[in-house]
């Protein structure tokens, strides 16, 4: 698991999660998350299938302060 401290909140279908000095929520299906309180645009959407939930990883850079490249023509992920 890439971070310990996300807590997914069942009953309202949210997750939440914390890096450094970010806070996150998002909501199942929105296009919106929230940063430490402010909101802000999505590419991607928390979903959830067959039990398990996944984090739009384009837009996780935003919490996680990370950057990635995607080689088309190598099929290559770059994380830095």
Do not use: C, R, W
């Amino acid at each position: 698991m890439y971070d310990e401290n996300i807590y997914y909140d069942d009953q309202n279908k949210t997750v939440i999660t914390t890096y450094n000095k970010h806070i996150a929520m998002l909501e199942m299906e929105k296009t919106t998350m929230s940063v430490n309180d402010s909101y802000t645009a999505i590419k991607g959407t928390l979903k959830e299938k067959d039990g398990v939930l996944y984090l739009p990883f384009s837009d996780m850079g935003i919490v996680y302060d990370f950057e990635y490249d995607y080689n088309k023509e190598e099929n290559v992920l770059l994380l830095d």
